[in-house]
């Protein structure tokens, strides 16, 4: 068999979520010739499902301490605003901003250990103290008589974050619906892809493979016969209300637990409504629960945790989601982003995020393991392929509601 015309690039990335978009930018700002493959749409999976919160960890903190979690994501609000005004690593200034700040309320009066903590010198920068009269009007109502927070983190519109990443390199996005692919590994570890399409056979023989495909990296890592990293999968069940009250929230009410009773962040939909999406300790407790039981509990909770808000005539659906992760200890949450070369010694690297927040930091991890092994652009033109470009995937409340 005549081996097949041999493409010529530098990195090619597995996966069109958060994680390889923010790649691909990120790499071929740096000079890399890059390409990437998506299975099915931009997005699907986890990215398109996520809230949209870039946060500077304070909501991993309610314990009433800074975690390691806290502690390495402080940073990544100023990434993303330097990005978003044009001056980062990517360019995000076609993204749609929901929300520049993030509120933290509570229903009573926090305990005291996490009042001092949230005025301490630790969170100063992070946490404001918002006064009575400077409240948002949605906590103006005479029934609210919590406490009131602000946070530095942000909230994004993800199908805009999504297209803009998409948009910048529309010449290296490309769908694999279509194309049959082989996996080859030489007696070295190094890695070929095959692709197959109506048009022949060319032959992908980068110098590094990202797998960036979120719990498709599990599958990925199966088919090339790595046994690590190994993947952890965490559930998710969250709720979304599709309504007309006029107020946006984006939040986390604390509870007594060390993760947000419920976190609500709310995104635009057609016709004048918006839809606010429901997670947190709410999303955690749904896991396994009927959609209708929890919708119920969503119900509950919103009258209980803001119960001067009538929505009116609602819309409500769910959604369970699974969060891919590199396996921890007792599927605990990973602190930080992964990167790392898969263990049979091939070309190839794994990433995860493990939260949409951490992708400039995963994008240093990426390089940094790239740069050890002397992988540097090496000037090649990114290569044409003869494959389509892969749609947007709908968000999960167009898919519940329609647009
Ligand atoms: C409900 C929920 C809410 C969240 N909210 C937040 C938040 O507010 N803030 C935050 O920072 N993080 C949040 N996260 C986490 C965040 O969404 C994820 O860490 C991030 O989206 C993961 O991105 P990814 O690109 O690694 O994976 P994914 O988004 O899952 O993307 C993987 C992509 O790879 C493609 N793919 C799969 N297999 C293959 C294959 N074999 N070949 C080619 N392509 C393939 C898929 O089609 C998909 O497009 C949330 C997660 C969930 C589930």
């Not at 500077?56 to 800074?66: M, R, V």
């Not at 976190?263 to 409504?273: D, F, N, R, V, Y």
Request: charged share 15%; proline share 7%; net charge positive.
């Amino acid at each position: 068999m005549s081996t097949p015309p041999v493409v010529n690039v530098d990195i090619v990335i597995v996966g069109g979520g958060i994680a390889g978009l923010w790649l691909l930018n990120d790499l071929r700002n740096r000079g890399y010739s890059a390409i990437l493959l998506e299975a099915t749409a931009l997005g699907s999976g986890q990215t398109l499902a996520s809230q949209g919160m870039i946060h500077g960890g304070i909501k991993y903190s309610l314990a009433g301490a800074l975690s390691g979690a806290a502690e390495a994501i402080a940073e990544m609000p100023d990434h993303w605003r330097r990005c978003l005004r044009g001056a980062g690593a990517v360019d995000l200034r076609r993204v749609r901003v929901l929300s520049d700040h993030f509120y933290l309320w509570s229903t009573g009066a926090v305990a005291g250990r996490m009042t001092a903590f949230l005025a301490s010198k630790a969170v100063r920068g992070r946490v404001e103290t918002v006064a009575a009269d400077r409240r948002p009007p949605i906590f103006r109502a005479a029934g609210f008589s919590g406490s009131l927070y602000r946070l530095v983190d942000l909230v994004l519109d993800v199908p805009s974050l999504v297209a803009a990443l998409a948009d910048t390199c529309p010449d290296a996005i490309y769908s694999l619906a279509g194309a049959a692919t082989a996996w080859t590994a030489a007696d070295s570890g190094r890695l070929t892809l095959d692709l197959r399409t109506a048009t022949g056979t060319r032959r992908l023989a980068p110098a590094a493979f990202v797998f960036a495909a979120g719990a498709g990296n599990a599958g990925l890592l199966a088919t090339i016969g790595a046994a690590t990293p190994a993947m952890q999968r965490r559930p998710l069940h969250q709720v979304m209300v599709r309504h007309r009250y006029p107020h946006a929230l984006h939040g986390h009410c604390l509870g007594r637990e060390t993760t947000p009773r419920l976190t609500i962040s709310s995104h635009p939909a057609g016709g004048g409504e918006q839809v606010w999406y429901l997670g947190g300790t709410l999303a955690e407790q749904g896991v396994g629960m009927a959609p209708d039981a929890l919708i119920a509990l969503a119900r509950q909770e919103l009258a209980a945790l803001l119960p001067w808000v009538e929505l009116g005539p609602a819309r409500w659906a769910t959604l369970a989601v699974e969060r891919a992760e590199p396996r921890q200890p007792r599927l605990l949450r990973p602190d930080q982003a992964f990167a790392d070369w898969v263990g049979n010694g091939a070309n190839a690297l794994v990433a995860w995020p493990t939260k949409l927040t951490l992708c400039p930091h995963l994008a240093h991890s990426v390089v940094e393991r790239l740069t050890l092994r002397g992988i540097t652009p090496s000037g090649a033109p990114v290569p044409v392929l003869p494959l389509p470009r892969p749609a947007l995937a709908p968000t999960p409340w167009e898919t519940a509601f329609g647009a």
